[in-house]
C-alpha cells in the first residue's frame, strides 16, 4: 500500500510549504542558523518558550505553538521536535529519526521540516535515511477498508517538504532508499494479504512481477517439483486445494555474470494451520504470515534490482499452504526429499522445515552459490528464547554470521546467534528414517535449525527464525503495523556493505 506521503527535498533557505513548520531542538536548543532563518523575532520566541515549557529537546518530545506573526512562509503553527538521543549520530539513528518525527506532525496536513541541529545541518546520507523513516512509519495497510476517514482527519501528513542543506545530494542518496522502501513496503503488502488472497499461486504472480526490473523468473508448478523429487515440500501441501509453487528469482547485477552467486532462501507457507496436527483456534489467524520469509526473499529482490546492485543473487521461496484434509499428509509418514534423505513426520505442524529442505537442497545443486541464507517463521520456540527484538541467527559459518550480525546492528534489525552441535542434532534422529521432523520439547528452535543444515550440503549457511519480528511485530518509530518487513533491509545491507564492487 502506498503511503499517502509525498516527500520532497528543497534548500534549508526556501520558504516553507503548508501550515506546518517543524524545527528540531537538541539539548542546547535550536541551531544557531535558524535564528536567521526564521528571523530573530520568531527564533528568539521559539528559545522563550522552550524555557518556559521547559522544553530539553529530549526524543520524543515535541512542542507545538500557533505562529501568529513574524515567519515569513506564514505557518499557522510551528513544532519542536526534540531530537536529543544518544544514537541520533550513527545509522539507523536517522532512520528512526524520521519516523520519530513523523509521528510528532500534526495528520493529515502539509508541512516543511528543517533538517538542521545545533550539531550542524544533516549530511545527504543522513537526510535521506530521515525519508525513509518517515516513509517506512507512514506506511499502512488499508487496501481492504472501504469506509476511509476523510483527509482532514486523516492519518498521514500528505505532502512534507524536507528543507536540507544540498538537496541534489539528498534526492541522489535517496534513489536507494526509494529501492529499499519499495522491498520493506512488498514484504510488508504479502504479509499482511489475507490467506484467501494470498494463495501460493497469487503469490508467485506477485514475484513474477519483479520482472519488469529486470530479475529473470521460473516458476516451478507441482508436476516440475515431483520430477525433481521435491517429496517434503509437496507432501505439506498435499492437503491443500490450492497448488505449491517454487519461485526462483535471479538478479546477475555483477560486472561478471558467470561469478558465483549468493542465495536467498524463504519459507513460504501462506496459511499454517498446523495440518492433522492441527493448531489450537485462539490466535490461529496470524499464521497467514508464516510466509513472511519469503515475502522478505521477493522485498530483498526488488530492492536489488531497483538499485541494480552489483551482486549476483539468487532469490528462492518454496510456496505452500498447509491444510488438514483427507489428502492430507500424517504423523507417521515417511517422505523422502530431493536429496534422497528420508523423513519420518511426527508433526505435521513442524512443516516449514520440510519446504526449506527441497529448497535449499534444489538451490544448492542447481546454483552452487557462495552462501545461503534462509528466512522463515520457523518456530514459537525462538520467542521463548529472545522475545520480539532479535531474529535468531544460526549459522555454521562465522565469517557469514559477524557480517549478517554486523548488518543488524546497522539497520537495527537486529540478530542473535544461537549454538549448533553434534548432540542437539541427535535428537532429529529417527529409528526408521534418516530423520524426524522434530526434536522434543527443549531446544526447539535449535533441532529445527539442525534439520535445516542435514539439507545445505556443506554450503556457507545461515538461517534466520524471524517467527518473532516478521510478523505481529512489536510498534516501533518505524513500524506501525502488523508486519515489519523484517530482513529486507538487513539482507540488502549485507549484499552493499560485503558483496558488491
Ligand atoms: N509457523 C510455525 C511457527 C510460528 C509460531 C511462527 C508462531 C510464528 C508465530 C511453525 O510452522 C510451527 O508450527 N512450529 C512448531 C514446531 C513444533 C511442532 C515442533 C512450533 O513452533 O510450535
Ligand atoms: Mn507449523
Ligand atoms: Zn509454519
Redesign the pocket.
Known amino acids: 500500500m502506498s503511503t499517502g506521503l509525498t516527500l520532497s527535498f528543497v534548500p534549508l533557505a526556501q520558504q516553507g510549504a503548508g501550515p506546518v513548520l517543524a524545527v528540531l531542538a537538541g539539548k542546547s536548543g535550536l541551531a544557531p542558523e535558524l535564528t536567521q532563518r526564521l528571523g530573530a523575532a520568531p527564533a528568539k520566541r521559539l528559545s522563550e518558550a522552550m524555557s518556559a515549557e521547559n522544553f530539553k529537546g529530549k526524543t520524543g518530545a515535541a512542542l507545538a505553538l500557533p505562529a501568529e506573526t513574524g515567519f515569513g512562509e506564514k505557518p499557522t503553527h510551528v513544532v519542536i521536535i526534540g531530537v536529543d538521543s544518544d544514537d541520533e549520530e550513527s545509522r539507523p539513528g536517522f532512520v528512526r529519526l524520521g519516523g520519530q518525527v513523523y509521528s510528532k506532525l500534526p495528520k493529515g496536513r502539509d508541512a516543511s521540516v528543517l533538517l538542521i541541529t545545533p550539531k550542524g545541518p544533516f549530511s545527504p546520507e543522513d537526510s535521506a535515511d530521515f525519508a525513509l523513516g518517515m516513509k517506512l512509519a507512514a506506511y499502512k495497510f488499508d487496501r481492504y477498508i472501504t469506509k476511509k476517514k476523510p483527509d482532514e482527519n486523516g492519518e498521514v501528513a500528505k505532502s512534507v517538504l524536507l528543507h536540507v542543506a544540498d538537496p541534489v545530494a539528498a534526492r541522489r542518496a535517496m534513489k536507494t532508499r526509494e529501492a529499499i522502501y519499495g522491498g520493506v513496503e512488498i514484504a510488508r503488502d504479502l504479509v499482511n494479504e489475507p490467506p484467501n488472497v494470498l494463495t501460493p499461486v497469487e503469490f508467485a504472480a506477485r514475484a513474477e512481477k519483479l520482472e519488469k526490473l529486470g530479475v529473470e523468473i521460473e516458476i516451478l508448478d507441482e508436476k516440475t517439483m515431483k520430477k525433481l523429487g521435491m517429496r517434503a515440500l509437496l507432501g505439506v501441501g498435499q492437503g491443500s486445494e490450492q497448488e505449491s509453487r517454487l519461485v526462483i528469482m535471479k538478479w546477475m547485477g555483477a560486472k561478471n555474470e558467470k561469478a558465483q552467486p549468493i542465495a536467498f532462501v524463504g519459507k513460504g ?1 501462506v496459511f ?1 494451520t ?1 495440518g492433522i ?1 492441527i ?1 489450537p483456534a485462539a490466535g490461529m489467524e ?2 497467514k ?2 510466509m513472511a520469509g519469503a515475502a522478505a526473499v521477493v522485498g530483498l529482490m526488488h530492492a536489488l534490482a531497483s538499485r541494480k546492485a552489483k551482486a549476483n543473487v539468487i532469490g528462492a521461496i518454496g510456496l505452500v499452504e498447509n491444510m488438514p484434509d483427507g489428502k492430507a499428509q500424517r504423523p507417521g509418514d515417511i517422505v523422502k526429499s530431493m536429496s534422497g534423505q528420508t523423513i519420518e513426520i511426527i ?1 505435521t ?4 522445515r520440510l519446504v526449506l529442505a527441497d529448497v535449499l537442497w534444489h538451490v544448492k545443486q542447481k546454483f552452487n552459490p557462495a552462501f545461503m541464507v534462509n528466512l522463515a ?5 525462538i ?1 521463548v528464547a529472545l522475545g520480539q527484538e532479535h531474529a535468531g541467527l544460526f549459522s555454521n559459518n562465522d565469517e557469514l554470521a559477524e557480517r549478517l550480525f554486523k548488518s543488524g546492528k546497522a539497520t537495527g534489525e537486529k540478530l542473535w546467534r544461537m549454538p549448533l552441535g553434534a548432540e542437539y542434532d541427535k535428537q532429529i534422529d529417527s529409528k526408521v528414517a534418516d530423520m524426524k521432523n ?1 526434536g522434543g520439547r527443549f531446544g ?1 528452535s535449535i533441532t ?1 535449525a539442525q534439520f535445516l543444515q542435514r539439507y545445505v550440503d556443506g554450503c556457507p549457511w545461515a538461517h534466520l527464525d524471524i ?1 518473532g519480528t516478521a ?1 505481529g511485530s512489536p510498534q516501533t518509530d518505524i513500524n506501525k503495523g502488523w508486519s515489519s518487513g523484517f530482513g529486507v533491509r538487513l539482507l540488502d545491507r549485507l549484499v552493499a556493505d560485503f558483496y558488491e564492487g
Open positions: 507457507v499454517d498446523g496436527s493448531k496470524d499464521m504470515g508464516d508433526n505442524d513442524a512443516e516449514g517463521t520457523l518456530t514459537g520456540a520467542m522434530t526447539g529445527a517467527a510478523m
